[in-house]
C-alpha cells in the first residue's frame, strides 16, 4: 500500500530533550516536507526537500532541522525542544512529475512539557 | 502569495442529508486538493482535482479554475463525515511553488 509513514503517532517529552519524528515515504517520491498544524493558525510548512541532499526551509523552521539522506526517508529533528514546539506535526510527500497531489502521514501529536 | 478561502465555517446535518462545501482562491492554482480531517488529527486525502470533475461514491467535486473555485459535495451524509475539511493548492511557480496553501476549513457535524 502507498503511504507516508511517521513515528511515533503520541510523544510527550521535556523542554531540553533532543527528539527526532521520522517519516518514510514508499512511492518512490522526489519531494516531501513537514507541517505543522495549531489553532488558530492552520497548517503551516516547516521544512520541505526537492530530493536527496537538497532541503530548504519554509515558513516556520526555526528551532527545526532536517535531513535527506535517502530518498524515502526525511527526519524532522528537534535539537531543543520547547514548549511553543507542543503541536500536530505531519510529513508528506508528493511525485512532482505526475502532479497526483500530496500524500500526509498520519500525524505525530507532541506535547513538550 | 495564493489566498485559500473556505465556506461556510461550520455546518451541522442531520445524517442523510447533502452539502456543498465551497474554495475560493485568490490567483491561478494547480495542485488543488480536497482532505477530510477526522476526529483522530488524520488529513485523509478524499481528491486531486486542478479542473473538471471527480466522483468518489457518496463526495464528489469540482474544479472551475477560470473562475478560481472549487466544490465539495456530500451526498447523503454519514456521522464518520464528521469532521474538518480542508481545500489546499500549491501557487504557481515562484513563490509558493513549493508548498501547499491550506484553507481555514469547515467544520462539518452530522448527527445521527
Known amino acids: 500500500e502507498a503511504q507516508v509513514t511517521q513515528n511515533p503517532r503520541y510523544l510527550i517529552t521535556v523542554t531540553g530533550k533532543k527528539l527526532t519524528v521520522t517519516c518514510s515515504q514508499n512511492?518512490?517520491?522526489?519531494?516531501m516536507s513537514w507541517y505543522r498544524q495549531d489553532p488558530g493558525l492552520g497548517l503551516r510548512q516547516i521544512y520541505y526537500?526537492?530530493?536527496?541532499?537538497?532541503?530548504d526551509k519554509g515558513d516556520v523552521p526555526e528551532g527545526y532541522k532536517v535531513s535527506r539522506k535517502e530518498k524515502r526517508n526525511f527526519p524532522l529533528i528537534l535539537e531543543s525542544p520547547s514548549p511553543n514546539q507542543t503541536s500536530l506535526y505531519f510529513c508528506?510527500?508528493?511525485?512532482?512529475?505526475?502532479?497526483?497531489?500530496?500524500?500526509f502521514g498520519s500525524g505525530t501529536r507532541l506535547t513538550v512539557v | 502569495g495564493i489566498q485559500v478561502e473556505q465556506s461556510p465555517p461550520d455546518l451541522i446535518l442531520q445524517e442523510g442529508a447533502n452539502s456543498t462545501l465551497r474554495c475560493n482562491f485568490s490567483?491561478?492554482?494547480?495542485?488543488l486538493q480536497w482532505f477530510h480531517q477526522n476526529p483522530w488529527g488524520q488529513l485523509i486525502n478524499l481528491f486531486y482535482?486542478?479542473?473538471g470533475t471527480k466522483q468518489n461514491g457518496r463526495l464528489s467535486a469540482t474544479t472551475v479554475a477560470t473562475e478560481r473555485y472549487s466544490l465539495l459535495y456530500i451526498s447523503s451524509s454519514q456521522t464518520t463525515d464528521s469532521g474538518v475539511y480542508f481545500c489546499?493548492?500549491?501557487?504557481?511557480?515562484?513563490?509558493?511553488?513549493?508548498?501547499?496553501?491550506f484553507g481555514t476549513g469547515t467544520r462539518l457535524l452530522v448527527s445521527p
Open positions: 508528506a510527500s508528493s511525485d512532482r512529475g505526475r502532479g497526483y497531489g500530496y500524500t
Open positions: 512511492m518512490n517520491h522526489e519531494y
Open positions: 526537500s526537492m530530493n536527496v541532499e537538497v532541503t
Open positions: 490567483d491561478s492554482v494547480n495542485n
Open positions: 482535482i486542478p479542473s
Open positions: 489546499a493548492s500549491r501557487g504557481q511557480r515562484g513563490t509558493g511553488f513549493q508548498k501547499l496553501v
